[in-house]
């Protein structure tokens, strides 16, 4: 009997988005044989079979894929990852919420590819990027003050790797300790305070459905706030913001140093 033994996972199904991304930077997007439904990064992408949300998923269309390897992200994924591995199925849950952690992953999962070359180069590249940043902020007379919002009811205020990202482009999170907690329970804030805090930038950043700016200006106390007189609320893509991969490195950094260099001008 002749057995043959595949070194590489070849049918792999991708729960969120930055599995996927990661894939195609890595030359093995054609690996992946389904995704999530909120896929953006690469195009591409967005032609391969749709197989789940983030907290549920089509089990029955994931198995008639037969996949060899199914990725996901988080603590939120435990239920679907639970089921799946009832039915007999190979999954791998990453849990990353810093920026190093986020390296960690890319360099795992390009290590189980048999990229990893490619994924060390790739984090280098990311790596001088923020270099780069860090020596022009280093010279920027104020920092700007940030609320980053993720969700609105309740107000869940930014995960750790969006602080830190915050924080590399010159900015200072004013929710940063809440930042450290994994949970969006445990970064649940109260918009009583953000009037006092003051922010000079507001980013709205809803995971699932699009910002309503104008909704800022209409809370209890925000019209002095300073991001709000001097019209500095945005809309950040969540795409490129709420997912902990390279979508941050690639265009998330540049997003916000444009924001904040402008503040820098004025």
Known sequence: MTIEICDIPQR?????????????????????VGVSIFV???EAAQN?????????????????LKPDLILGFSDIQKDIARELIARGQDVWISNQRSVKEIFEYVLRLGSLVDKRAEAVELIRKWQR??????????????KPRIYFEEWDDPAITAIKWV?????????????AEKSQSSLAKDRICDLGQIPDLNPDFIFGCWCGKKVKLQSFARREGWDNIKAIQEGRVFELEPEIFLQ???ALFEDGLDILMSYFRSYQER
């Open 163 to 175: 602080s830190e990202l915050i924080e590399i482009c010159g900015g200072e999170n004013i929710f």
């Open 40 to 42: 953006k990064r690469p």
């Open 48 to 64: 391969l079979p749709k197989v789940s949300a983030f907290t549920d998923s089509n089990f029955e269309k994931i198995l008639a």
């Open 12 to 32: 792999i199904i991708c729960l969120t988005e930055e599995s996927v991304e990661t894939l195609s930077l890595l030359g093995r997007l054609n690996l992946v």
């Open 244 to 246: 902990p991969g390279p």
């Open 129 to 142: 990027k923020i270099e780069v940043i860090q020596v022009e902020v280093a010279s920027w007379p104020r």
